[in-house]
């Protein structure tokens, strides 16, 4: 079985500093991870993924996540946060390719100009 | 490709209505998924289906029912609607066809639901 704990409902950085936001899963297998991004009033949009190989993955909008696994932690990061960052964002785990995909409760991000 | 679409995007019900919230999906994908957005839960999945004939339980499916009417189309039901029912509710579907990836979820813009 799979679970995933966002650290933080809330988190607020000023726009230029760096965001960091933490992410620990516990899976009985070894686990596919994303981070998606919802704006508001839209669906969920996938901003990275660590399926294997690689434990440092890029995605869009300058984001990256490395894949800890003695930490058991995913965590994402941007070197400078922009105003456009303002959203929600979620992390989630699978147990494999067509396992379901289970979702943290998600951590909203605030930018402070 | 419009992806995942999902109708109605609001709608008000009072308590006792029924209605069905429609997804289709164009990427040829064989799974689809319900969930449910309520504010400090993150996602919940309702019902998802695997393949197009079956369907199987999620968290939380008392309260719903769904079809998968076809590869593309797969809707949600709710008989008897409460206001334990009012949120957001999105589609997802994943696995193959055109996007040649099984295991990422391609998700829709959401159904905003209130019961009164």
């Known amino acids: 079985a799979q679970s995933v704990t966002q650290l933080g409902s809330h988190v607020s950085v000023s726009e230029g500093a760096l965001v960091l936001l933490r992410c620990n899963y516990s899976?009985?297998?070894?686990?596919?991870l994303f981070w998606y991004v919802q704006y508001p009033n839209q669906g969920l949009q996938l901003l990275l993924k660590y399926t294997t190989g690689a434990t440092l993955v890029k995605g869009i909008n300058g984001f990256e996540a490395e894949f800890k696994k003695s930490e058991t932690s995913f965590h994402l990061t941007k070197p400078s946060a922009h105003m456009s960052d303002a959203a929600e964002y979620f992390c989630a785990v699978s147990g494999g390719w067509d396992d379901k995909i289970i979702f943290g409760k998600g951590t909203r991000l605030h930018i402070l100009p | 490709n419009a992806g995942v679409t999902q109708t109605p995007k609001f709608q008000v019900l009072k308590t006792g209505q029924s209605m069905t919230l429609q997804c289709a999906q164009d990427m040829n994908h064989n799974s689809m998924y319900w969930y449910r957005q309520d504010p400090g839960m993150g996602l919940r999945l309702i019902y998802y289906s695997a393949s197009e004939g079956t369907t199987d339980k999620g968290e939380v499916p008392n309260g719903y029912n769904v079809s998968r009417l076809n590869k593309r189309e797969f809707s949600l039901r709710l008989e008897s609607a409460a206001p334990s029912q009012t949120s957001v509710y999105f589609c997802a579907s994943s696995g193959g066809g055109t996007t040649l990836v099984y295991y990422e979820q391609y998700f829709g813009p959401g159904t905003r639901l209130t019961v009164t």
């Open positions: 899976s009985s297998v070894p686990p596919y």
